[in-house]
C-alpha cells in the first residue's frame, strides 16, 4: 500500500521492491504468496468492504445485501484514488485480472447464482430463467453506475430499487401479454 | 490507427507526431480537431460499428436492436488487441474518458432513454418506472459480459434473451406478489 500511495506504476512494482520496502526478505514474501499478482490482488481486497453477510431471509433480502456491497465498493473506489488507479491499471494486465477475477469476482458470481438457485428452489425467482444471466442482469446496473459512469448516482436505496424493479418485471400489470 | 497499430502509448502520442505521420501540417489537423483527445474519440469510433437503425416498430425490437449493438462491440472489443488496449488506456485518462463518454456514450444512453420512454406512451414499459435505471438494467448485463468478464459467451441470441426476460419480469407468473 505504501508503494501504490507513492505512486508507483504496477509494472514497477516486483517482489524484490516489496520485500525491501517491507523491510523482509524475499522468502519471506514468496512463503505467502506464489508471485506478485496474488500478492496484488490480497492487498487490493483487504481495502475494500468485507463480503456481506447474507440475512437468509429471502432471495430478495439477500440480492438487496449483495447489490449493497457492490455499490459501497463502488463508492470507496471513487473516493480512493489510489484504489481507482489501480483497478484501471489491473486491467490492462490479463494475468493480474485473472488473479483478481479468481480470488473477488468469481466468488461473487458464484454467491450470487447461489441465492438464485434458492429462490428459484423457495419459488421467488422464475424457474425457467438461466441463473447465470439473472446475476449479470441483477448486478449489470450496479457495475454500469461503479464502473462505466464514474459521475452517476449511487444513491442509498439503489440496491433495493433494482431488486424490486426487477422482480416486479417492466411490463404493465395490465398488459394483456404480462 | 497505424500509431495505435504500431503499439505507441496513448500518453505518447501527441498533435504533432499525428501530424508528422499523417504527413500532413499541424494547422491542418486542428481545423478539425480542438485536440488529441478529440481526434482519438473519432478516430475509435470509426473503428466500432455504426449506430444501429432502430426498426421502430415496437420498444421490444428496439431495445434487442439496441442491446444486439452492443454485443456485437463487445466482439469487435474482444477480437481487437488495439481495441481492447486502447479502451483500458482510455480509462486511466480522464479527460480521454470524458470525451468518449460525451461522444459515444452519452449518445447511445439518450438513444437507450428515449426507447423506454416511447415504450412508457404506448404501454410497453411500466409508466412508475424511473428510465434511467431501467436503461442501465437493459444494458447492464451486456456490458457485464463484455467489459468485465472476457471469458464470457456473448451468444447470438443475448439480446433477446435480456430484453424478453426483463420484460417478462423474474419472478413467477403464479406468485401471489406478481
Redesign the interface.
Known amino acids: 500500500m505504501k508503494l501504490l500511495e507513492d505512486g508507483v506504476p504496477l509494472a514497477e512494482l516486483s517482489i524484490e521492491r516489496i520485500a525491501r520496502t517491507a523491510g523482509v526478505g524475499k522468502a519471506t514474501i514468496y512463503r505467502r504468496w506464489s508471485g506478485k499478482e496474488e500478492l496484488f490482488v490480497d492487498v487490493l481486497r483487504s481495502t475494500e468492504p468485507p463480503d456481506p453477510e447474507l440475512p437468509g431471509t429471502s432471495m430478495r433480502d439477500d440480492l438487496i445485501v449483495l447489490l449493497e456491497s457492490l455499490r459501497l465498493r463502488g463508492l470507496a473506489s471513487r473516493s480512493s484514488a489510489i484504489l481507482h488507479?489501480v483497478h484501471?491499471?489491473m486491467?490492462?494486465s490479463p494475468k493480474l485480472?485473472a488473479a483478481y477475477?479468481s480470488t473477488v469476482?468469481a466468488p461473487r458470481r458464484r454467491l450470487g447464482v447461489e441465492i438464485l438457485r434458492r429462490g428459484q428452489r423457495n419459488?421467488?425467482?422464475?424457474?425457467d430463467?438461466?441463473v447465470e444471466?439473472?446475476n449479470?442482469?441483477f448486478?449489470?446496473?450496479?457495475?454500469?453506475?461503479s464502473?462505466?459512469?464514474?459521475d452517476s448516482d449511487l444513491p442509498e436505496d439503489l440496491a433495493e430499487?433494482?431488486v424490486d424493479?426487477?422482480?416486479?418485471?417492466?411490463?404493465?400489470?395490465d398488459?394483456p401479454a404480462?
Chains 1, 2 share one sequence.
Do not use: C, F, H, Y
Request: aromatic share 2%.
Open positions: 488507479n484501471v491499471q486491467k490492462s485480472w477475477d469476482i419459488g421467488e425467482l422464475r424457474a430463467v438461466d444471466l439473472a449479470d442482469i448486478v449489470g446496473p450496479l457495475l454500469v453506475r464502473v462505466m459512469r464514474p430499487r433494482v424493479t426487477l422482480l416486479q418485471g417492466l411490463r404493465p400489470v398488459s404480462s
